[in-house]
């Protein structure tokens, strides 16, 4: 038992980050469990928050690159007066090679779905792999790399680069470092952070997306007037500063720096935050669990084919919403680029609001299947009026954008935190706890694929019509509901035995999941 400790403790020394090496020499003194936690709840927040900020960049310089409202369905404006009112000079220079073109709206889409293609893609590999390797290592590996192609595809700028294919590989490779990440944090988090209210926590938390969408938008939109391509080489050392930082100070579990849970009081025990999310067996009797395998965990497939369209939706509002609100109408006037980047980022305002309001309901309610077709079916709504009635005024905009923001991305939200979590510790996994990137990875990576073709499409269609779009848009989400149907009805016939039988027999949310 001894030499078993002593082992432990060495790992655990080994095993911690240089950064807390460092702290712990300075204090005298380790860390308790709460400050690890709190550690990583920060570090992972900010890092996941930076990835948003480098992919949300995208979507703001596309106004600046392909300038050609023609192109955008501008049928009520010519050209020549939009570029009046949006203040820029007649005869001068617009737009950016190849992209001002009357295909460059085309071309762009198909930038966007290349660097989702591969960020799906990668996603698979990178939670097959995130459950072989330090997590830490790869998080690191991934924000640096991302950090650095943001900035070359950035310095094209600089550079006078005008080659479509240039911008693509750039962007394929930026996509493939991408895909490290959510697998990665939410691994990191399951292996801290308790069951209890876990969709109110992981909601919470998850509203780095929307955070680092709108840091990436204001940085962004601030840096155009000194020209496009600061606007991804300040996104893109920040996420590399912060990946350096997650490097030196990021605890990957309690196993690798030898924290100890009884160190913390009993009343955070009883709050569920100092349970791990994943119970532990012996390190040497666990084997990662297969893709195939993942797959079969009950529930896995509806909701990760539930996300392919939610993140369809969301995504496509991700990639376009600056150059759509900067190509439509409001209030008989159209907005300048820089404008439009800072009022889009309302409707990641609104998908805090519903990220957390999605987590708390699903926590209450203890159906997150329910919870998350109620906000799908109700997104159908939003969006008609976000295209019908969004014209009329500012502030009619700003009102229907943050509504539609909330429906569309709560749902989002708490599919690839809470239920990858429920499903990554599902009871069918006998307790292995070396599921969880993998089956984090199936939902989002399946998810990401939707993300990648609803740019895509937007990207011709919306040089039609920007009506077929929307309709396009509550398609999907209809779709996205509908694939969670059986899941509903199981809850729901679950919550109904369980009334008739007492609330002694309520079942826990883990049990829900299964069909």
């Known amino acids: ?61 596309k106004s600046v690159l392909d300038p050609n409202k023609s192109s955008a369905g501008m049928t009520h404006w010519s050209n020549s007066l939009y570029l009046k009112i949006a203040g820029h000079k007649p005869g001068s220079k617009n737009g950016w090679a190849p992209f001002d073109t009357a295909d460059g709206t085309a071309m762009l889409g198909n930038i966007d779905v290349a660097f989702l293609s591969i960020y799906a893609l990668g996603m698979y590999f990178a939670g097959h792999l ?64 308790g069951k209890s209210k876990r969709g109110l926590i992981m909601g919470i938390w998850n509203s780095h997306t929307s955070v680092g969408n709108i840091t990436g938008s204001l940085v962004a939109a601030a840096l155009l007037r000194y020209g496009w391509g600061w606007s991804f080489v300040a996104p893109g050392a920040i996420i590399a500063v912060i990946g350096l930082v997650v490097f030196f100070f990021l605890p990957v579990s309690p196993d690798t720096v030898g924290a100890k849970e009884m160190d913390d009081s009993e ?35 509806p909701f990760a084919l539930c996300l392919f369209f939610s993140k369809l939706v969301a995504y496509t509002f991700l990639y376009w919403l600056p150059f759509y609100i900067s190509h439509t109408a409001i209030d008989g006037e159209y907005l300048s680029d820089s404008t439009a980047g800072t009022l889009s980022t309302l409707f990641d305002v609104g998908g805090v609001v519903g990220g957390i309001l999605a987590g708390h309901i699903s926590d209450r309610i203890e159906a997150r299947a329910v919870t998350a077709a109620t906000f799908m079916y109700c997104a159908i709504p939003a969006l008609f009026c976000y295209r019908s009635y969004g014209g009329i005024s500012l502030n ?45 990875a199936i939902i989002d990576g399946t998810g990401s694929v939707g993300a990648a073709v609803g740019p895509l499409l937007t990207g011709y269609i919306s040089s039609t019509s920007w009506s077929a779009v929307f309709t396009m848009l509550m398609g999907a989400a209809l779709i996205a509901g509908l694939l969670l149907s059986r899941l509903v009805v199981a809850e729901i016939s679950a919550k109904i035995e369980a009334r008739k039988k007492g609330p002694a027999s309520e079942l826990p949310i883990s049990a829900m999941v299964e069909p």
């Open 396 to 440: 009619w905009n700003i009102a229907l954008m943050f509504i539609t923001g909330m429906l569309v991305n709560g749902p989002y939200a708490l599919i690839t935190t809470a239920v990858s979590a429920d499903l990554g510790t599902h009871s069918s996994l006998n307790g292995n706890s070396r599921a969880l990137a993998t089956v984090t």
């Open 267 to 301: 009343s955070e025990e009883k709050c569920g935050l100092s349970e791990p999310l994943l119970e532990r067996g012996e390190s040497s009797e666990e084997k990662a669990v297969g893709f195939i395998q993942a797959w079969k965990i009950p529930g896995v497939a």
């Open 1 to 61: 038992m001894g030499n078993s400790e002593q082992e432990n403790t060495c790992k655990a020394k080994h095993g911690k980050p240089l950064g807390f090496r460092m702290l712990e020499r300075i204090r005298g003194a380790p860390l308790s469990f709460k400050s690890y936690q709190a550690i990583v709840l920060i570090l992972t927040f900010f890092a996941y928050a930076s990835y948003h900020a480098t992919r949300k960049t995208t979507s703001i310089v």
């Open 130 to 193: 995130g459950d072989r390797v330090d997590l830490r290592n790869l998080l690191t590996i991934g924000m640096v790399g991302t950090g650095v192609f943001t900035a070359i595809f950035g310095a094209a700028y600089w550079l006078n680069i005008h080659s479509f294919h240039y911008f693509l590989c750039i962007q394929m490779i930026a996509g493939l470092f991408q895909s490290t990440g959510w697998p990665s944090v939410v691994a990191v988090v399951g292996n801290w952070f």
